[in-house]
């Protein structure tokens, strides 16, 4: 079993990582120490391999936490070993976290070229290539942004969720900020699907983060949807590294 610790713009994730389909999950805005260990201590035994990639600043007292107590620990950057290639001019300012989530998708298919969608506090937007090569891809605001977005920057503008229904026009404020955000989401990934389809004659897409389920299931396109792709190309990371 491994320790993953994957620490987003608003949530830190720690998982208990057995497969791809037996994932445990514990979640929390800021993570600490004594949340960590505790989880640790009751799965001492069985943990082999632990991996923390992080958006945040740098925790020094958990990394030299798992440093003590684990041999393999790998904290992410953007100089560790990875089982993919990376084209981009500045490698330093990339985000770990769009490329775990990348070699997640490419665990599952590693020969058409990828399409990876993380829906999170922002949508990433990534490619990987069929021989595995990172070649970019695009950051935008995410729903919540840009719901709080209109409410922060309006004099009057409500402050919306996401909503089930959806509609084409909104009948009232609510529903026209509701529709304008979601469709306009909506719309947005739909046309890097089809600009990524009219490219590649290999393909497929990958969606992950929180919302992903949601967009999916709005879009006429083929998706997988893998809401751990994050945690599962940090595993495959260990993996590339240990070999176990």
Known sequence: MKLIIDIGNTLAKIALYRSNDDIKVFRCKD??????????????NKIDGAILCSVREKNVELIEYLNSIFPNF???????????????????????????ACIGARSFNDSDNLLVCDFGSAITIDSISEKG???????????????KSLNAFTKKLPLCNIKESITFFGRDTFQAIENGVLNGIIYEIEGY???????????????TGGDAKYFAD????????????TIIGMNEVLRYNYGK
């Open 31 to 44: 993570i600490t120490l004594s949340f960590v260990s505790e989880i640790i201590n009751k799965e001492k």
């Open 74 to 100: 790998i904290e992410v950057t953007y100089s560790t070993p990875m089982p993919i290639d990376i084209d981009y001019d500045t490698p330093k300012t990339l985000g770990i976290d769009r490329l775990m």
């Open 193 to 207: 699907i089809c600009r990524f389809e009219e490219i590649y004659e290999k393909k497929s897409v990958f969606f």
């Open 218 to 229: 709005r879009l006429k396109k083929t998706i997988f949807v893998k809401p751990y792709l």
């Open 133 to 147: 090569v990172f070649m970019g891809g695009n950051i935008s605001p995410g729903v919540g942004l840009r719901f």
